[in-house]
């Protein structure tokens, strides 16, 4: 399984920026899918993740209303729109990928990851 995680950059506070995620390796719409991110100094925290059928979704409390997560099973490929972006959102983005179909929470369930994709918000 490969994960490429793409779309990050330099953005102002109340942007927004759309991540995407390419995976190949095996069928992408078999599995459950999530983003973390890991700002500098701190742990690896929950995002967001998504079902695979795309029919549930889950938020951390410090994203819902502004991120959305989202999968489009024919490109194998997941997305993370972000909107009004905060400082506090700076951190590298991964994408992650479970070996089951439901919504996973924790990065203990996840056992395929991509390279991360820098995400900068200014002030």
């Known amino acids: 399984v490969q994960l490429q995680a793409s779309g990050g950059g330099l953005v102002q506070a109340g942007d927004s920026l759309e991540l995407s995620c390419a995976a190949s390796?095996?069928?992408?719409?078999?599995?459950?899918m999530g983003w973390f991110r890991q700002a500098p100094g701190k742990e690896r925290e929950f995002v967001a993740a998504?079902?695979?059928?795309?029919?549930?979704?889950y938020y951390a409390g410090s994203v819902k209303g502004r991120f959305t997560i989202s999968r489009d099973d024919a490109k194998s490929t997941l997305y993370l729109r972000m909107n009004t972006l905060k400082p506090e959102d700076t951190a590298v983005y991964f994408c992650?990928?479970?070996?089951?179909?439901?919504?996973?929470?924790?990065?203990?369930?996840?056992?395929?990851w991509g390279q991360g994709t820098q995400v900068t918000v200014s002030s």
């Open positions: 992650a990928q479970r070996d089951v179909r439901g919504l996973g929470l924790d990065e203990s369930e996840y056992p395929y």
């Open positions: 998504i079902t695979w059928s795309g029919d549930s979704t």
């Open positions: 390796g095996r069928t992408f719409s078999r599995y459950g």
